[in-house]
């Protein structure tokens, strides 16, 4: 495991060699049902997590088709939550439905043609500090699948008052938010390597995304594995600017999402990051802004087509 962490200070010619190491470390931890069916399906798939070694879920959507062809091998997307969904992996794993690719597969039937991993952060305390949220949330309000139609849409959030400009931040505040994903970069990397080598998944087209501090979280695992996903897309946000080293030396293709009316994530704190990738020598980077809308752009990002068509077009090569 612990070569496996190093490997983002590797080139891209390793590749091969740091999937065979994965694999490698890898357990028979789940024999995946055969699908009977060319339904989907959503699945809770155990795994040991490492910081207390507690069994915990996540997750795994199986999209319609799956199990068809045994030998055909299907794009992966990992998805990161954002605060408000955090939880035990057990009994408030619902709440990882409420947002992103898996509520739109699921929930609203969208017809996406990926395995999606959606793993749960867990609340590391920030239950305590008042954030209403997380205290006053009801697992009753866990997002459900109807057996006939879709469940109405939440509707996106109505800013009161005007658009304005860049102000962008000095690096002294630029503080990445605390007690994020990087605390589980571990049991992320098991949840993959069992996702990689149990189902019929192409590593050549793993993709990450996520919102908000899963967001943050994208950029901290594309910073560490570079060489592991064929592109990613952080929404509502940013990055560090000493973390785009490895991402610049890998050109991972991005496509970046902020939010013009977003008081909580600001367009604002994005650009410094973006400008020292662009300094690297990165080329293959989108950024867009809806400036029309506040911290929930998420809604609209992945509700549509655009994010997946553009991922889809992305594979390591060998």
């Known amino acids: 495991m612990h070569s496996i962490l190093k ?10 060699l740091f999937f065979a190491m994965m694999f490698a470390c890898t357990n028979n931890h789940i024999t ?34 799956y199990g068809d062809d045994s030998t055909r091998k299907w794009p992966v997307l990992m998805f990161l939550h954002g605060d408000g969904e955090r939880g035990d992996s057990k009994k408030e794993l619902g709440f990882v439905l409420k947002h992103g690719p898996l509520y739109e597969a699921w ?30 949330r009801d ?19 109505v800013m009161d008052f005007p658009m304005g400009g860049f102000n962008n931040p000095t690096l002294e505040e630029l503080k990445i938010p605390e007690r994020g994903w990087e605390m589980v970069e571990e049991d992320l990397m098991t949840i993959i390597r069992m996702v990689l080598t149990d189902y019929n998944a192409d590593h050549k087209r793993f993709y990450l995304t996520g919102l908000s501090y899963g967001g943050f979280g994208t950029w901290h695992m594309i910073s560490r594995y570079p060489e592991l996903f064929a592109a990613a897309s952080p929404v509502v ?4 600017p000493d973390q785009m080293e490895p991402i610049a030396t890998r050109n991972l293709p991005l496509w970046i999402f902020s939010g013009g009316r977003d008081q909580v994530v600001q367009k604002r704190f994005f650009i410094p990051g973006i400008n020292r990738l662009e ?40």
Do not use: C
């Not at 980077?285 to 991922?311: C, E, F, P, S």
């Open 7 to 16: 490997m983002h200070h590797r080139k891209l010619p390793l590749l091969p």
């Open 32 to 65: 995946p049902e055969k699908a009977i069916d060319t339904g989907d399906k959503l699945l809770r798939v155990p795994f040991v997590s490492s910081l207390n070694s507690s069994e915990k879920d996540f997750f795994l959507y199986l999209p319609s088709g």
């Open 107 to 136: 929930v609203q039937k969208k017809p996406l043609p990926f395995i999606i991993i959606s793993p749960q952060l867990p609340v590391f305390g920030r239950d305590t500090l008042g954030l209403n949220y997380l205290v006053n």
């Open 139 to 157: 697992p009753d309000d866990f997002p459900d699948r109807l057996e006939q139609g879709t469940p109405s849409r939440a509707q996106e959030s």
């Open 237 to 240: 946000g940013w990055g560090h």
């Open 279 to 318: 300094a690297l020598g990165h080329t293959n980077l989108r950024y867009t802004i809806h400036d029309d809308m506040g911290h929930d752009v998420w809604k609209r990002v992945y509700a549509g087509d655009d994010l997946y068509n553009w991922l889809l077009k992305h594979q390591l090569q060998d």
